[in-house]
């Protein structure tokens, strides 16, 4: 019967309306006229019955109204009832006054049958939707008690859409939340029913089998100390995904997921300055070096959204760009170049044909072990090749150049670290000289979870294999965000800087690497030590115990952005680093290693003091 009802839905709608018009008609006779209605009356009633029956149909027609589905009914649909009836009533005492007798319908009447209209209407369509959603099925094994941790807009949605639908065999217990203003209140019926700290005994209490976390905006400490109290009950829980994941803020309980390390180490939602940004990238001809790597790819998926008129991706990897390529394949202005930054005749015919106006340099070796035992490829990359394509943006006239370093540059021990200090020093000597009115600004950060080579994705793999989990020591800890978060962070950085500026990340606190482990570990629902084991394997060749974002003799100033800190007004002594530049390629051309680790360590070792503020 109900299948017969759904399939026939706009007959049954529209019969309905029928019945609901001429009841609100006849409902508007009664009360005029208290119940008494008379025969003069009466016979005006069924004289413009029909008449207003038609108009209403006709308006409610017009607007729709006979095809919503009455189970989904909200506020968007008591507004255009409104309207309709509304409309109705004008309609009806137009035609009233122009072609039928004077005050055949008393005016009290028509206001009458508005109201009653909108309140018959309306209520049956809400009262269909209460009744569906109070009538649950009888809960089967298969159901599930949960409990929804935050009672802001997140939240309801996310109970609108279980009540919605009974398939998902979801039943809702009530909320948590820690506003205190919102304790013992209800939503759609379902209560507060106390704050975070309350969870275990409120999990133990309702028998509940799992937590949706519906707070797009916690911060990772938040969401920690919720899974941690959800696990000392052994209760599984779910998040919903950070604000900036979500569509158009759309919550469906289908976006809950399970609750991954990004989460617990997760940080504020990113606030952009995108007029400042879409100014830079808008319709200008932006190029991406490295744009097949983790940092690279995610550029392009965040540049694309700004329009631009040309969005070239560099990368000497066939594969890696073959990937983001076709991710982005239904952006037509996307141009892939499988080459290398180091051909300086393949970058001439890039900048020539397509004269970027904004450039966003990633490509660069980023390993510290094998970059040991890599010296000759870490200088001919990461610094020579970082001067061919800076002198390629200079000599076609790039409006702005975004270097993309790393924390590692800042008192280096490891051959990474140096080669991305001495990139800096060329950015700041690039800006510095020549006529090219290129604006070169490098943004440093620490550690991005998630890139290709980085300790999160080793942990995964090594859980899934049973452990153990290696760590190079106890006391190790590093700076963390997450890919998406550094990139915003970047480009808003980039479209900040007027030239020769060194942009920091603010990166929150340092996490040890140990204590990441463990994080990891437990997600997986098993016990560090225990279950997976955890080793100690020693730093290896180049590693630091602990990263730095910024040396002491560095000035440090805040911007307009609460994470964007600023190096400003550096300089490097032109004749040094020249200087510095010609012995990495004479070592380079003999292929002397040990000579070209010397010269390059020599080159950043004083630079780590020696880069200055102009006029010092």
Sequence with gaps: MTHLVYRHRRVVTTATNLVLFAAAYFGSFLIRFEFNIPAQQTKVFWTTLPAIVLIQTAVFGFLRLHQGLWRYVSVADLKSILAAAALSAVTYSAIAFFWLPA????????????????????????????????????????????????????????????????????????????????????????????????????????????????????????????????????????????????????????????VQIEDLLGREHVQLDVSRIGQEIAGQTVLITGAGGSIGSELARQVRRFEPEKLLLLDRGENALFYIHSELADFERVVPIVGDIQDAALLDEVFQRWRPSVVYHAAAYKHVPLMEVSVLEAVRNNVLGTRTLMDAARKYRTERFVLISTDKAVRPRNVMGATKRLAEMLMLDRNGHGEGGTKFVAVRFGNVLGSEGSVLPIFRRQLMAGGPLTVTDPEASRYFMTIPEAVQLVMQAGSMGEGGEVYILEMGEPVRIEDLAKRLITLAGKTPHEDIDIVFTGLRPGEKLHEELYGDEEPVLPTSHDKILILSGLSVPRGRLQASLAELERSLAARDEEALYRALMEAVLSSTEPIRRTGS
């Design 103 to 258: 005050r055949v319908t008393p005016r009290s009447i028509i206001l009458l049958d508005f109201l009653l209209t909108v309140m018959l209407v309306g209520g049956a369509r809400f009262l269909v939707r209460i009744v569906r959603e109070r009538y649950r099925p009888q809960l089967g094994e298969d159901t599930r008690r949960v409990i929804i941790v935050g009672a802001g807009a997140a939240g309801a949605q996310t109970l609108r859409e279980i009540m919605s639908n009974p398939r998902l065999r979801i039943h809702p217990i009530g909320f948590v939340d820690d506003d205190p203003y919102k304790r013992n209140g209800c939503i759609h019926g379902f209560r507060v029913l106390g704050t975070t700290e309350e969870i275990e005994a409120l999990l133990q209490r309702h028998a509940v089998d799992e937590i949706l976390i519906a707070l797009p905006s916690a911060t990772g400490g938040q969401i920690r100390r919720i899974v941690e109290r959800c696990e000392a009950v052994n209760v599984s829980f779910k998040v919903l995904p950070a604000a900036a994941d979500l569509i158009d803020g759309r919550v469906s309980v289908r976006q809950f997921r399970d």
